[in-house]
């Protein structure tokens, strides 16, 4: 027990301070956004609370639930607050994709045009080559509140190399092998739906082929860095 306890609180402050990383690159306004992660080996996660400032987060108010969005009874210490109303979205994506340890929610100005238009961002730079595999799917229409949401980013992200979605007329969601690379992506994300607008006010941009853009996403997933 006190293991998981150790492990838990860990976990906390990891994905306290990541919600920082989602100010810092201007993801998210007011209260809205969260980033979660699974504890490894147990059928809970941590997850942003809702309605709470990004300055008033604490790594003790992040909440504590099982993988329905349930908060976890037991000794967590779980803060007198209802964890984000994305929760349910977060909890399904972790009961079907075991390989996923962190899931990021934004409203990022740029990705969530995109997803307005119900428009998947191509693939027309090499840092979405690396980073992508390929061009930024849509996900579909699905209201909050169950796990309409979290089946859309499933049945759309599971046999994709991407690691973000933009869900029609909502926002970009995106998942990592932990709480970190979830946020790296949903940086990425927001970047180049960001640089490929901008291309279009210009012209009609350049595709790459699909040779390249596979050896590139080979290369920088497999080689590239430490």
């Known amino acids: 027990m006190s293991s998981l306890l150790e492990a838990i609180a860990q976990i ?6 990541l919600h920082a990383e989602l100010t810092r690159y201007e993801l998210v306004v007011w209260t809205a956004g969260n980033v979660s992660a ?37 000794e967590w210490g779980n803060p007198p607050f209802s964890p984000s109303s994305d929760t349910a979205a977060h909890a399904y994506v972790y ?10 929610h934004t ?14 961002i191509p693939c027309v730079l090499t840092m979405m080559s690396d ?4 061009s930024i799917p849509v996900g579909p229409f699905a209201l909050i509140g169950d796990d ?23 926002g970009p969601f995106t998942i990592g092998k932990d709480a970190r690379s979830a946020v790296k992506a949903a940086v990425m994300c927001e970047e180049v739906a960001r640089t490929v607008h901008i291309s279009r006010q ?9 040779g390249s853009i596979d050896s590139l996403y080979a290369r920088y997933q497999n080689v590239y860095g430490q």
């Not at 490894?40 to 504590?64: C, F, Q």
Request: net charge negative.
């Open 107 to 120: 409203h990022s100005t740029y990705a969530t045009a995109w997803a307005a238009r119900g428009e998947a």
């Open 148 to 170: 309409s949401i979290g089946q859309g980013i499933v049945e759309t992200l599971r046999n994709s190399t991407s690691p973000a979605v933009l869900m029609q007329n909502h």
């Open 131 to 134: 980073e992508f595999g390929g």
């Open 38 to 74: 699974r504890v490894p080996g147990h059928d809970l996660m941590v997850i942003k609370p809702s309605g709470v400032s990004y300055a008033d987060l604490t790594p003790e108010s992040m909440v504590v639930t099982d993988l329905y969005g349930t908060p976890a009874d037991g």
């Open 12 to 17: 906390r402050r990891e994905v306290c301070e």
């Open 202 to 210: 210009l012209g009609e941009p350049l595709p790459i082929d699909q």
């Open 95 to 104: 009961r079907h994709m075991p390989e996923v340890g962190g899931v990021v």
